[in-house]
């Protein structure tokens, strides 16, 4: 079996990487395991291949088709498209969000349905897709209103996947990630950049700007339990999906006052006064915007689990990162 | 006032370009009526100008940029995009509906944001974009669930119209449209194409094939209605929309039992038994899969109104279309 995943250099591409090689194999349409025979990760930047002769990192502008087309062929059966361009530098660069996030998702559909051997097919979508006026729990069918360039581009990107899968061009799911925490490494330009910071930097020693109220609820999934679906998604029997190949992903509902207690259990007062309060109200509107909360019934009935405790979510950070408290 | 139409050649085109050379005006961006003082028709093939000197009937391919570059300049300040691929030609011809539902859509946004005036742009959509399993009344914050790519490219559509409005790029606003009926002339490709034909065939003594069962619901308007409602939805207040730039305009619920129950009000026994009844796997999945009704409390609120009686429909069709009963 090969496998593609694009973004494969980034945070989460690398994980999935390592994580697919240490498994060896991935389940075909048949529920059946199949050995990964060649791991394709393309990204802008080289990614590392591990030092594994599985792995082909491939560089190149996912935007263009001959670049999808070099990546993709008949013999491509999994691909887990994770490349993206996060909410932040969407919203400050229109035309960079549209190019990657909307059409390049859109080529690498075309490029399958073109190939004509329906590869399963995973995106990755996220809570930014809500949006407005949201009930305390968002469900399965609750209206998408982005308030965010990547919101949209996300929600289209959705929809494209969907009609794709019922036409049967490709055997698509989406699962949309809770945000993303402890990530480690630098923060980035993604609008909830912060609620991996606020964690990440004073376990580190330094400081870390908060931009929001502690009161903002955030929906959080660790990179660990990230992995884990991305690839229980994958594997997901396509009968189970039906026409409806959109979940949401069962993650943890924190308000930043609580991850912030989290901190204080795992790692003392000092680490929270590192914490440098700052309201940002370019970041509060878009990370306002986001649902706290959502309803995984449907995730969970199709056995994808997420955290019970940020305390947890935390120390599994310090474990997996070996991280030494300062 | 500049206005542009596209689709402008066709059925509800024509009938929007009569009302607007009737009015003479538009309300602008103030809340004031304006002149209208040179009305473009866009159309793959040339629009009726009925002989008025105001309108310009422009031919050409709404996909290309050219073609839209050529039609939207600084002082086109509204624009009604009614272009589109029906339902079931759509589905058949899947590059094609991407092509003029999709990408036509995004390139006329594009050309107004590179022009940057900030027009007014309304667009259509419809009640193909839900679908999957509804409550009995879909409301506005009911998820989208298309089953059809006709209905995935026209709720992507509607996401981009509310991002560009979002940015500031447009004035835009979109109305789902009902079911229209009945319209006059011939069947189309539209899987709702019977629900004009069991009124239109019969009044005019031929046979018409209804595809459905008699309990399907529909959610119906007229032409006069939806003209209305489009003028009426591009002059509202942008104030009042807010961000969420979608409308579910009013109409009538119906079952196909009860259209037929006010054939035979309005124009006798001999009439029904013209509609021959013959069921079609491929229509009834399509328009079994839209909602029968939805809550337009918004739309009721902002002024937009429907109808009450379906038997008024028919007579209004009668009298607008200056029917002889047979």
Known sequence: ???????????????????????????????????ITELVLLDVVRAS?????R???????????????????????????????????????????????LDASRLLLEVCRQRGHQPRVLFTSSVAV?????????????????QSSYGAQKAIAELLLNDYARRGF?????????????????PNAAASSFASGIIREPLNGEAAVCPVAGATRL???SPRKAIESLIAGLELDAALLGNQRVLNLPGISVSV???????????????VKRIVWERDARVEKIV?????????????????????????????????EQIQIR
Not at 49 to 53: P, Q, R
């Open 257 to 271: 006052d609580e991850m912030v207690a989290a901190l204080r259990e795992v790692a003392g007062e000092e680490a």
């Open 55 to 101: 792995v082909r990192a491939e560089v190149g502008d996912i935007a263009e088709r001959s670049v999808l087309e070099r990546v993709i062929d008949e013999r491509t059966s999994a691909i887990f498209h994770l490349a993206a361009i996060v909410s932040g530098q969407a919203e400050a660069d229109f035309d960079l969000g549209m190019r990657i996030n």
């Open 130 to 146: 809500y949006g407005g006026e949201l009930p305390d729990m968002v469900r399965d069918d609750t209206a998408l209103k982005p």
């Open 49 to 53: 291949d591990f030092g594994d002769s």
């Open 288 to 320: 306002g915007s986001w649902p706290g909360r959502w309803d995984t019934s449907r995730a969970e009935s199709l056995g994808l689990t997420g955290e019970r405790s940020f305390a947890d979510v935390i120390r599994s950070y310090i474990a997996d």
């Open 219 to 221: 929906w959080l999934l």
């Open 1 to 35: 079996m090969k496998v593609l995943i694009t973004g494969g250099a980034g945070f989460l591409g690398q994980r999935l990487a390592r994580e697919l090689l240490a498994r060896g194999s991935l389940k075909g349409a048949d529920g059946k395991p199949q050995a």
């Open 170 to 186: 490709v055997d698509g799911r989406v699962v949309r990630l809770p945000t993303i925490s402890v990530r480690p490494g630098k």
